[in-house]
């Protein structure tokens, strides 16, 4: 009992969740028209030819044409053996075409997590630490700067000063430079950037206010009569108490972020990743491509507030998890 | 210590903590003295608002500052406290000054467990290991009344009791061996069963480390258990001072009266004490207390708080009555009223 069957039991249904995401998607893929079929009708009608045997026979080449649990089974099925059916404009797996994306979307994602991570707290800690000095309303002013501003937007400025007019960062993004090169960090220099800027506003404000609340609190002018140094303080008892509220904030919204915002960063700055990949799916009308995308985001969502419940455990443990 | 005999443990001069507030400048304490000896208990005793705790939390500055800002001379051993920088202050606090503070609920800190708390303590001001300090914990977490104490060490917070929190507070205070414990309503929290089982513990952790104790209360009951000498303060200013028998056998200022009448059995049990705390950010002229006082006289309202009239070589008293001749029995009663108002004592003592 206790920790470990309720780490059982919430990824038990991390699975139930996706499966159900599964089948919603399933049931709005099936629903809808085929883009495929439907030009394979024009098609035909273009050439002279029958549109309605032209339709069936497409229908018959993507399976269409079996009952509808049947087509439900096969496609569970290949979702949870990693068959996620075939990109028609990429002529290639789905999964293949979304590890190739994942490269890229990586290589910028770790680092942007990884900064607003450590900095988001440390900078609403420093606010709070001078709450209501210009320091303060600095890096407030700063948060609500990135927060306000859409991403994609700010991108296409940075772009245009650094860019076009200045000429330090190349335009176009390069795949062809090594991962962990100069001029890949170059080129992955503003993405971040933006994407940084873009939720360090939310994660500082929390961090600022929940911390002002612990700045005052007995336990800490307890510390303080102890002896213990300022900084240890900031460090060790104030910010560890803050870091609880605070792990809902950043999980979920570093994954509003990566699922939304990084795929207009990718747009703009022509990154090849995931964001891109299910941008161009979109135009092209590549269901296949589109479903196992989501899919993809589905899971990293799934599994990131599974993560931040796990991680509430070792952060407060008045949190007691016997009874759940 | 290097400190020459008949130096106080503690002196505290002119103390006065003034707060920057929107209302304009709140000054809590206005200009109080006291001395505590080696081993002596201090009470400093008043209604909640009278800045006795801020008093108690401005010997080694843990007033928050802004907006608080601290004067006057704190003399600790002979070293001049109030002139000490951050590290010297940091260096005394938890290791010869020590604190325990009202609310035990959130004293500690809910995320590290209590041996870790208390570990902390140490190792701040000593290079012990870890092994060496978790020892010295147990040790005292025995000594102050948790039952199995090594396993208790590695319990958090919120799986002890309020009592058991202040007990373990008090380890903490006491685990560096301290020459000055400053202990702010340690058991104004706790229910009176362990109120008492608290004092008893102090007052034995008194005699067994022989330390100085600052102690802040608004319960003239604790006082009688556990002081030598009180400080009766009352608006941010000191109204009357004495070992603990004479204020309590008599008490020369009509606040100090009011208080005890406030006792179970006294006059004023049920009904306190008419009026309240002046506004500390526009104090009265003359005696703090004197638009509540039943005794006031014009002259009351005039100047600022009276000097303290010195009645005997400890106690003393800040009450015009007291100066240019006029009549203090007016407050203490005659002989014969004292014998009637005087709680638990309807027709004189055994000593008449």
Redesign the interface.
């Known amino acids: 009992m206790g920790l470990g069957w309720y780490i059982t039991r919430r990824v038990a249904w991390a699975f139930v969740v996706t499966f159900v995401i599964v089948s919603i998607t399933w049931g709005l893929l099936a629903a809808s028209p085929d883009p495929q079929v439907s030009q394979a009708a024009t098609q035909a009608a273009l050439q002279g030819g029958n549109p309605a045997e032209a339709q069936e026979r497409a229908r018959e080449l993507r399976g269409l044409d079996a009952p509808l649990y049947q087509r439900y089974i096969d496609y569970v099925t290949g979702v949870y053996t990693l068959d996620w059916g075939w990109s028609q404009t990429r002529n290639q797996p789905v999964t293949e075409a979304i590890l190739d994306a994942l490269y890229y979307t990586i290589q910028y994602s770790i680092p942007w997590t990884v900064l607003v991570v450590l900095l988001g707290p440390l900078v609403g800690l420093y606010s709070s630490a001078n709450q209501y000095s210009w320091k303060d309303h600095a890096a407030t002013g700063f948060a609500f700067f990135g927060y306000a501003i859409p991403n994609f937007f700010f991108g296409i400025i940075l772009l245009l000063i650094f860019g076009v007019q200045l000429g330090w960062i190349p335009v176009i993004y390069n795949t062809d430079v090594p991962v962990f090169s100069v001029a890949n960090a170059i080129q992955l220099a503003m993405p971040v950037f933006v994407l940084v800027t873009g939720s360090i506003g939310a994660v500082m404000r929390v961090s600022r206010n929940e911390s002002s609340e612990f700045m005052?609190?007995?336990?800490v002018?307890?510390?303080?009569?102890?002896?213990?140094?300022?900084l240890r303080i900031y460090g060790?008892?104030v910010l560890?108490?803050t870091m609880?509220p605070l792990s809902t904030t950043i999980v979920g919204y570093l994954l509003f972020l990566f699922v939304g915002s990084s795929l207009l960063v990718e747009v703009v700055f022509s990154i090849p990743g995931l964001g891109r990949l299910l941008y161009r799916a979109i135009i092209a009308q590549d269901t296949s491509v589109v479903l196992g995308t989501t899919l993809f985001f589905t899971f990293v969502a799934t599994v990131g507030n599974l993560i931040q419940d796990l991680v509430y455990t070792v952060?407060?443990?008045?949190i007691n998890f016997d009874d759940r | 210590m290097s400190t020459e005999p008949g130096t106080p443990l503690l002196s505290v001069e002119n103390l006065t903590t003034t707060f920057d507030t929107d209302a304009g400048e709140l000054v809590a304490v206005d200009g109080i003295d006291f001395e505590v000896q080696e081993g002596q208990t201090v009470c400093i005793v008043g209604e909640s608002g009278s800045g006795k705790t801020v008093a108690s939390e401005s010997i080694t500055q843990l007033v928050p500052s802004p907006p608080g800002s601290i004067d006057g001379t704190v003399r600790f051993e002979g070293r001049e406290v109030s002139a000490m920088s951050e590290s010297e202050l940091r260096e005394i606090r938890g290791s010869a000054v020590s604190h325990v503070f009202q609310n035990p609920q959130d004293a500690l800190n809910h995320c590290y467990t209590v041996g870790w708390q208390i570990v902390e303590a140490i190792q701040v001001h000593e290079d012990v290991s870890k092994a060496a300090a978790r020892e010295r914990a147990v040790d005292l977490l025995d000594r102050v009344g948790i039952a199995n104490a090594a396993t208790r060490f590695d319990d958090y917070p919120h799986e002890f009791s309020g009592g058991q929190k202040q007990r373990v507070m008090i380890a903490m205070a006491l685990v560096t061996n301290p020459d000055l414990l400053i202990a702010d309503e340690p058991t104004t929290a706790l229910d009176v069963t362990v109120q008492a089982q608290i004092l008893s513990l102090l007052d034995d952790l008194q005699e067994e480390y022989g330390m100085g104790i600052v102690f802040v209360t608004h319960d003239l009951g604790v006082v009688a258990q556990i002081a030598d000498y009180v400080v009766v303060m009352y608006a941010g200013k000191v109204m009357e001072r004495g070992d603990v028998y004479e204020v309590f056998e008599e008490p020369a200022h009509p606040y100090t009266r009011a208080l005890m009448d406030c006792l179970p059995g006294g006059e004023r049990a049920a009904g306190g004490i008419g009026g309240t705390l002046p506004d500390p950010t526009d104090p009265p002229d003359g005696c703090r207390f004197a638009p509540r006082c039943e005794y006031a006289v014009e002259e009351c309202s005039r100047g600022t708080q009276p000097e303290e009239a010195r009645l005997s070589d400890s106690h003393s008293v800040s009450c015009v009555y007291y100066h240019g001749g006029r009549d203090a029995s007016v407050i203490t009663g005659g002989a014969d009223a004292e014998e009637g108002r005087r709680p638990g004592s309807p027709g004189g003592t055994a000593d008449d």
Not at chain 1, 216 to 219: G, R, V, W
Not at chain 1, 221 to 230: D, I, P, R, Y
Request: hydrophobic residues 30%.
């Open positions: 005052q609190a007995d336990f002018k307890t510390a303080k009569a102890k002896g213990v140094s300022q060790r008892h560890r108490p609880v952060l407060d443990p008045r």
